[in-house]
């Protein structure tokens, strides 16, 4: 059986024009994991891990909006939390679904700790965009209060910004595993995994920050020696040229060559930048292939019709 690490993006599970009631969470999650199937019906061994940013996004709206009446949580707190709360949805909605099929696969939620280096540049230059959009005005008031770092993203709409080092170490690496090795379907290093680093007594401690979850999925992938890391996006291929009137989808190519696209400048930062960053790392080691596609394009990259395929 071959192993699989699979990287949902959190819009998967809480788009963008939604309210994001916990009703429409589930049926999103439900929809947007039924195509998961194919995987286990072709015989995969499977670890998901999936983005968190609209769900944290609510956690800090919450504390905005509470802050007066409930002491407020820190960021590595509330990751850990939207861990729990993601994987609780998704754990459900794909035991059901292997229930309705009679197929015997426990699906387990890891908690999962990512080590990052304390001396990473990133946690000096905080520039991940996280929570909702403020006025100027009213984010200076919160930025005080909270002693946030914030930057306007565009014109007008100001956000907080975090930290977001690299991963270094996947803790529980070694159970996670045993466990996808022996057949179950495992959910960890959700949102990234919650971010913690090695104090001077070599102890671990938390950091306000956030990891780009498909470099947490690319490293999950080498500790499980899976050959495949699949990115799941909005979309159902890479592009060069994205958004130009010469824009042209990827469909299969070398690391080389997605080494050569990278360097030319032809991926985004916060968008398909880490996302083919990631996908070299990953072929580095034991893995064979990434594939970068859609939800709805799940089966038909499968069986290699379909989105963009980067093999060693």
Not at 61 to 77: A, K, N, S, W
Not at 255 to 264: M, P, R
Not at 283 to 299: A, E, M, Q, R
Request: positive net charge; charged residues 20%.
């Amino acid at each position: 059986m071959k192993t699989a690490m699979i990287a949902f993006g959190g819009n998967a599970i809480s788009p963008g024009g939604e309210a994001g009631t916990i009703t429409q969470q589930f049926a999103k999650t439900r929809e947007s994991l039924a195509p998961i199937m194919h995987f286990v019906e072709n015989g995969y061994k499977l670890c998901i891990t999936h983005g968190n940013g609209p769900q944290v996004g609510d956690e800090l709206l919450r504390m905005d909006l509470t802050h007066d009446t409930v002491p407020p949580l820190p960021l590595g707190v509330c990751v850990a939390g939207t861990q729990g709360t993601i994987g609780y949805m998704i754990q459900q909605s794909l035991q059901n679904i292997l229930h309705q099929k009679n197929i015997d696969r426990e699906v387990v939620t890891m908690i999962t700790q990512v080590v990052v280096d304390k001396n990473d540049p990133a946690i000096k230059n905080p520039l991940k965009f996280i929570g909702h959009r403020y006025s100027k005005e009213k984010i200076i008031k919160l930025a005080e209060k909270f002693n946030w770092q914030i930057a306007q993203q565009n014109p007008g709409k100001w956000r907080r910004v975090v930290p977001s080092p690299l991963p270094q170490y996947i803790r529980h690496g070694i159970s996670i595993k045993k466990l996808v090795d022996h057949g179950s379907i495992i959910l960890a290093a959700g949102g990234g995994g919650i971010p913690v680093y090695y104090d001077e007594n070599n102890n671990l401690q938390g950091l306000d920050a956030v990891i780009d979850k498909d470099y947490s999925a690319a490293l999950l992938g080498r500790v499980l020696k899976a050959k495949e890391l699949w990115i799941i996006t909005d979309i159902d291929h890479a592009y060069i040229n994205y958004n130009m009137p010469n824009q042209e989808k990827i469909g299969t190519i070398t690391s080389v060559q997605a080494q050569e696209y990278l360097d030319a400048g032809h991926f985004q930062s916060g968008s398909m930048k880490p996302k083919i960053e990631a996908g070299i790392y990953f072929l580095k080691h034991h893995g064979k292939k990434v594939v970068i596609t859609s939800i709805p394009n799940i089966k038909n990259a499968i069986d290699g019709k379909s989105g963009t395929i980067i093999r060693k």
